[in-house]
């Protein structure tokens, strides 16, 4: 079983609607959870952090997690074509050693 | 304020050659992370450098060494280039705190000929 599972995509939505971008980890030991944005050719870009349980909102942004369930989430909302990237998310035991996925990637169709 | 910084931006070496990269991080942070990401996969871990020891080391092996500098910035050094070393080198800064978030570079794009 991988450490941490994404759905590679393609994941399709038009333009306004909203993304909703999953991940799955198999370490209980999990403390803080992160999704980065990548465009094609370019580094990671951190977009939401998150340690607890619930939810967390920042602007079009909203992370869930459920850590009984060993899952988080990224909601996108009112998706705009410039929101079209992969989006890795990751996680730290504590170690502060980033474990990722391997990315879904998003396309927003204008 | 400054990002994190990385040079080379591209590398171009051949089996078996030694390389160098470096890295310079987020003014105020004191700790550099080092990651390999090959094309379509996430970034895998491979050390964590503070106050100039390595403190945390990801499954790679010891042909991959690296350095802090008092100032804070970093040095990853690879050994006996395999082809398989081809990959984006990222480095990443942080703040030592139990949530310190990990802010990344821009990168060093290696090709292994």
């Known amino acids: 079983q991988k450490e941490v599972e994404q759905n590679s995509g393609p994941l399709s939505v038009p333009e306004g609607a909203i993304a909703s971008l999953n991940c799955t980890y198999s370490d209980r030991g999990s403390q803080s959870f992160f999704w980065y944005r990548q465009y094609s050719g370019k580094s990671p870009e951190l977009i939401m952090s998150?340690?607890?349980?619930g939810d967390k909102e920042d602007g079009r942004f909203t992370a869930q997690l459920n850590k009984a369930s060993q899952y988080v989430s990224l909601l996108i909302r009112d998706s705009q074509p410039s929101d079209s990237a992969t989006y890795l998310c990751a996680f730290d035991t504590g170690r502060r050693a980033l474990t990722f996925g391997s990315g879904t990637r998003l396309q927003v169709q204008p | 304020d400054a990002g994190v910084t990385q040079s080379p931006t591209h590398l171009i070496k051949t089996r078996g050659q030694q390389v160098t990269l470096r890295c310079s991080p987020k003014?105020?942070?004191?700790?550099v992370s080092w990651y390999q990401q090959a094309l379509g996969q996430g970034p895998q871990f491979i050390f964590q450098y503070y106050e100039e020891e390595e403190r945390q080391r990801g499954n790679f092996p010891d042909r991959f060494s690296g350095h802090q500098f008092p100032n804070y910035s970093s040095e990853l050094n690879v050994n006996a280039l395999l082809l398989g070393d081809s990959a984006l080198y990222l480095c990443a800064s942080s703040l030592r705190t139990p949530q310190g978030e990990q802010f990344f570079g821009p990168g060093t794009r290696l090709t292994v000929l």
């Open positions: 003014s105020g942070h004191d700790t």
């Open positions: 998150i340690y607890s349980n």
